[in-house]
């Protein structure tokens, strides 16, 4: 029987591309086993997109469901996304991203289902997350419900998430700041920050770790997180029940 992974290095393709796009509308259809990032937004001003079902192949590699890449203006609202990579996830190493809502949505993820990076040269700001549902679909897999990572430069600020609800997640949180410096993702090579991040009434039940808040030091010079204000914020790690030994009675 033929493999359901894909290989990494093999070439995969968008389902939907949009590149140097204004006033895009994407709006009540079904996507099914994209081969990669199912809906890329490349340098775009201005997408909609609601009531779109992405169920993807979770055994594939960087089947992301929605790429908002160097875009700004960008609303996601009510859409069901299902696969093994990030759900929706922002990257700014070709540009700027600003203006981001995403709404009422539900994610199944086996990777990050909100996520702000890795890929990170560009500035990322006013970006808020509210109304959702993240969930994992297996016991074991997974990285974080949330995750914040400034890795190449950028200054990501002004990120509100509120009223969402996990389960089955690795972690709920991960919020990171580091010093990857990765030119090919728009690096200058300075650090960058994330300063501004407010999360209220969140909560997670059968996680696996806690969440975890994480600066880095480069260059003798230690960089923190700075200004992340919670409200409500409850996790519930899973109880492990441990079986007797076969031998053992």
């Given amino acids: 029987m033929r493999s359901r992974i894909r290989d990494r290095k093999s070439v995969g393709y968008n389902v939907i591309y949009a590149q140097n796009c204004n006033d895009v509308t994407l709006s009540s259809f079904v996507i099914r086993e994209s081969s990669t990032w199912t809906v890329n937004l490349t340098a775009c001003d201005g997408v909609a997109v609601s009531g779109v079902v992405i169920d993807n192949?979770?055994?594939?590699?960087?089947?992301?469901?929605?790429?908002?890449?160097?875009?700004?203006?960008?609303?996601?609202?009510?859409?069901?996304?299902?696969?093994?990579?990030?759900g929706i996830v922002l990257k700014s190493s070709v540009g700027e991203i600003n203006n981001v809502t995403v709404?009422?949505?539900?994610?199944?993820?086996?990777?990050?289902?909100?996520?702000?990076?890795?890929?990170t040269g560009h500035d990322v700001s006013g970006v808020e997350?509210?109304?959702?549902?993240?969930?994992?679909?297996?016991?074991?897999?997974?990285?974080?419900?949330?995750?914040?990572?400034?890795?190449?430069?950028?200054?990501?600020?002004?990120?509100?998430?509120?009223?969402?609800?996990?389960?089955?997640?690795?972690?709920?949180?991960?919020?990171?700041?580091?010093?990857r410096l990765d030119e090919d993702n728009g690096s200058d090579g300075s650090v960058g920050s994330v300063n501004g991040v407010t999360l209220r009434n969140i909560s997670a039940t059968n996680i696996n770790i806690g969440s975890a808040i994480v600066g880095c030091e480069y260059?003798?010079?230690?960089?923190?997180?700075?200004?992340?204000?919670?409200?409500?914020?409850?996790?519930?790690?899973?109880?492990f029940i441990p079986k007797p030994h076969p031998k053992s009675s």
């Fill in 219 to 239: 260059g003798g010079v230690v960089h923190n997180v700075q200004n992340v204000r919670t409200a409500s914020f409850s996790d519930k790690i899973r109880e």
């Fill in 129 to 179: 997350v509210s109304d959702c549902y993240f969930f994992t679909a297996q016991t074991a897999g997974g990285y974080a419900g949330i995750a914040i990572e400034s890795a190449d430069g950028a200054d990501i600020s002004d990120v509100s998430i509120s009223d969402v609800e996990m389960d089955n997640v690795t972690a709920p949180l991960l919020i990171w700041l580091g010093c």
């Fill in 57 to 86: 192949n979770i055994h594939v590699a960087n089947s992301d469901g929605i790429d908002i890449c160097g875009s700004s203006n960008v609303a996601v609202e009510n859409c069901f996304i299902a696969t093994g990579d990030d």
């Fill in 103 to 119: 709404k009422n949505c539900e994610i199944m993820s086996l990777a990050n289902n909100f996520k702000i990076g890795t890929e």
